[in-house]
């Protein structure tokens, strides 16, 4: 009796999953662009409002031109790095530090340089003048809030007015507090010279190379003596003014 020969039983092919793996990958890629897509067409991906504070001088519109932004640029692609960066080439600006705010939001912090001294332009407008030598026509209500001295009869390119303001930069601000106006007086010795006309009523007299140094002096004068005239340039001298009944007797005489 033959026996009848038993075939191998074949298994059936398993289904493919590398084929189906690639086209999930596929379907997750194109879904995240089409959020991307989404994201950088909606309102999100923009910029929607910038604020700026710090600024006493500088107006808001002249630090939005410096950043080179503007509400509905791209918020994503808008470096706080660079934008600090072009603020920074403002003369009047010492400091810039922007943040950025999820969504939209830029926030934009300045510290100018310290104002040193006022002066008034051609115009009769006032005019803030920067430790870093910049300037800033302002207004009057900003200067009546600020202890700083006038500076008078100077020209408009004068390398002394520019010299002192340096040096009125370099100075504690509570030391020029009573300095009320600064005048130039050349000499031939002292073409630096200055008179300085004090907020209790002294005149002083001296040089602008020599202003830091005597700046102390100045101050211990007025704590200590009765007004009058103080020169400070080789010598140190103090003649106090006259009073009036002294001068009144002095006519009669």
Known sequence: MQTQAELPVLKEPEPKKKSNAKLIAILVVLFIALLAIIF??????????VEVTGAQFVSSTEIM???????GDSFMFSSARKIEQSLLQNSSIQEATVTKQFPGKLKIHVQEYKVVAFELDDN???VALLSSGASIVTSSERMQIMDKPILTGWDAEDMNKKELVKQLGTIDSSLLSDISEISPI?????PDRILIYTRTKF???TAISLLPEKIE???GVIETQAPGRLTLLLADTFVPFPEIGEEENAETE
């Not at 950088?40 to 409002?49: G, H, P």
């Not at 050349?186 to 002292?190: E, I, K, M």
Request: charged share 15%; no cysteine; aromatic share 6%.
């Open 124 to 126: 009769g407008d006032i």
């Open 203 to 205: 005149e002083v007299v």
């Open 65 to 71: 031109k410096h950043t080179g932004i503007a509400v």
């Open 217 to 219: 002096t100045i101050n």
């Open 186 to 190: 050349p000499s031939q010795a002292f």
């Open 40 to 49: 950088f067409n909606s309102s999100l991906s923009k910029i929607t409002e």
